[in-house]
């Protein structure tokens, strides 16, 4: 191919950023949340889960070169694809989002791939998600150099914020684009904000009066799986009271635990899920009764189906249980927008 052309993403901005006053470009998190959250909540607020950049390019190759903020490419359980990857769709002759290619992420924290190569070359629009498990420090788009190429700043709209825990940080997709949270962006056609802190998404109030600093179109809260019935008992009208106090209005969806794949044979997983869904219940209810209006509520066992099919380990969704959560979330969210 002919020489490259590269372009720093920061010279345009990423979408699905919640603040711009971040210590890292691509922090999820205020740089002032550093030593007010918990550490392990800002640790996992230094990952871009959720991040996407646009563009328009008619080129017919098109480069990532990205650096990776941390040497951990993959866990025992989610690919490096998923974890430290990037992930490129573009939009068909019907303005539909589909996918492109894959930037495989290699052994050290520099990685450039050819993501696409071959393309005939007409005037498309593009998205790249970020990795999903770890952060970057640069991001480059690539184009051969004689193509055009116009950067597509973040959409103004006003975004879904969904708040949780490593199911909604992204684990365990195999690839950036492909965790509900994106999935639904795509299909709802939203900026989305993704607030997953994995194994750390409990509710806490230091976490809400930040939710609240936002201005989303919907907040979606969905922290069970990290919470114990008591945490929920405690914590869930102190977070909605939170937020309801700054957005009178604005929709807040309770979201149950999924079912674990496996809990059909283990009766202490069913307790898990029944003790923890009661709690959530009961502060929707008193939350209702005690006049919180634009107040919805998702049961959890339907989000991954009835066959056990859709996790990797019992608890965190492959590529078939994000769909599946997607199918549940889209028409109560498209309702809601």
């Known amino acids: 191919m002919s020489e490259v052309k590269w372009f720093n993403v920061e010279g345009w901005g990423v979408e699905g950023k919640g603040w711009h006053d971040t210590k890292h470009f691509f922090d999820r998190l205020p740089a002032r949340a550093e ?50 990857g990037v992930d490129l769709y573009c939009k068909d002759r ?49 184009v051969n150099n004689e193509a055009s190429f116009t950067p597509v700043a973040p959409r103004k709209d006003k975004p879904i914020v969904f708040y949780g825990t490593s199911i909604t940080h992204g684990a365990c997709a195999s690839r950036p684009g492909m965790h509900h949270v994106g999935i639904l962006g795509r299909r709802l056609n939203v900026p989305v904000i993704n607030l997953g802190f994995s194994g750390q998404g409990q509710m806490e109030i230091e976490v809400a009066s930040l939710l609240a600093e936002l201005d989303p179109s919907i907040f979606v809260i969905d922290c069970l799986p990290n919470m114990s019935d008591q945490m929920v008992q405690e914590r869930t009208e102190p977070l909605v009271k ?83 959560i997607s199918d549940v979330l889209e028409p109560i969210l498209r309702t809601l927008l």
């Open 242 to 324: 939170t937020i309801r106090e700054e957005h009178p209005k604005t929709p807040i969806v309770l979201v149950e635990d999924r079912d674990y794949g496996n809990s059909y044979f283990f009766k202490a997983a069913q307790q898990g899920h029944l003790g923890r869904r009661v709690a959530l219940r009961a502060a929707y209810n008193r939350l209702r009764d005690g006049g919180t209006d634009h107040l919805y509520y998702v049961t959890g066992a339907q989000l991954l189906g009835d066959d056990g099919e859709a996790t990797v380990d019992s608890s965190h969704p492959t590529d078939l249980g994000f769909m599946r």
């Open 35 to 84: 030593g007010i959250v918990r550490g392990p909540v800002w640790q996992l607020s230094q990952h871009c889960a959720g991040m996407i950049v646009q563009f328009h390019t008619d080129a017919d190759t098109i480069k990532v070169r990205w650096r990776l903020r941390f040497s951990e490419m993959s866990l025992a359980h989610m690919p490096s694809t998923g974890v430290s």
């Open 94 to 142: 019907v303005g539909k989002w589909r996918w492109l290619g894959l930037g495989f992420p290699g052994t050290t924290q520099d990685a450039e791939a050819t993501v696409a190569t071959g393309l005939e070359p007409l005037p498309r629009e593009f998205m790249l998600y970020l990795p999903l498990y770890n952060g970057v420090e640069r991001v480059e788009i690539g």
